[in-house]
Each structure stands twice: as structure tokens, then as C-alpha cells.
């Protein structure tokens, strides 16, 4: 019977797929760990087993603080510095300091683009929607039309709460 058949859970799928994951990184980490301390130029070097080792302590006992050894010479990373770009490399939407330029007709499509909203995802529902095709369901130009009687009223309400502000606040020569 397929009725009796328990569908798998992608939520636990994915949790045991991470958790294998996670086992195979902490087993690589433990192999380049013991690689690490076989090696002899490490070996002055504290590791973080050993820490951790020494700072498990009974409540009798004083923590043992591990020594490190300092090295004679301090350690720096080498930078590699990037060669300055030529004027033939340079984009034209950057300027001579690497800026990017202010583009005006960019800046109209992004807020053209914010007040159309998102494309939908599926034409032919809105089809319906429009056409009142879906029972139970106003249509689409019902529903745009309340809308704009709304915002008219709303317009025709603060325009007449300004105008009475006006005429009560400004002085009159």
C-alpha cells in the first residue's frame, strides 16, 4: 500500500547530510591536527588539545598554564600590492579614483522600476482575476476602482484640511 508509506523529511535529509559533512571536516581536522604535531618545527608550539588538556583541572588541583615559545623574529604577511590600472583599463563608469559615477537615466529605471512592483509569477490567474473569471473572487477592475475612489476622497480631504489651515494660520493683508 502506498497510503502506508511515511514521505522522507527534507528537513532531516538535509540535517543528516550536514552532520555527515560536519563528521568528515572535524576527521580531516583531527588527521592535519596529528600531521601538525608530528612535525618537528611545531612541536615548540602549543596546540589546542594541549590547552584545553591543561585547563581541565579537579577542584583540588591549581589550572596548569601552558608555556608558548616565543619566536626571535616576528611573523608578517607579505602584501601584494596590485599594479595602478591603466586609463585604458578604467570602465567609463568609474572616474580617475576608482569613484563610481553618478548615473542619472540608472537612478530613474530603479525608481520607475520600485512603483511598477514585481512581475507575476503566474499571468494566467491574473487573467482571471481582470476578467472576474474565479467565482467568489471580485474582479480585478472592481477592485481598482474602489481603490481609486479611495485615494480621490482621501486627496479631496487633505485639500480641504490644508485649505482651512491656510485660511486660519496665514495672516490676512
Known sequence: MA???KKPDPINEKARS??????????????????????????????????????????????IVPQIAKS???VFEEIVKMPPRSETEM?????????????????????TNHFRGPTTSNPRLVNYLAAGGVQG???LRYEKRIARNRFIWLVVIVSLALFGLATVLLPRH
Not at 581536522?29 to 604535531?37: F, G, N, T, W
Open 3 to 5: 497510503f502506508s508509506k
Open 18 to 63: 550536514l552532520n555527515a559533512e560536519i563528521a568528515a571536516l572535524e576527521a580531516e581536522i583531527k588527521r592535519l591536527d596529528s600531521k601538525l604535531a608530528k612535525s618537528p618545527e611545531t612541536k615548540s608550539r602549543p596546540t589546542l588539545h594541549s590547552f584545553q588538556a591543561a585547563t581541565q583541572t579537579s577542584p583540588i588541583e591549581k589550572p
Open 72 to 74: 626571535p623574529e616576528p
Open 91 to 111: 570602465p567609463e563608469m568609474f572616474n580617475e579614483l576608482g569613484v563610481r559615477k553618478y548615473d542619472l537615466p540608472a537612478l530613474l529605471n530603479r525608481i
Open 137 to 139: 473572487l471580485r474582479p
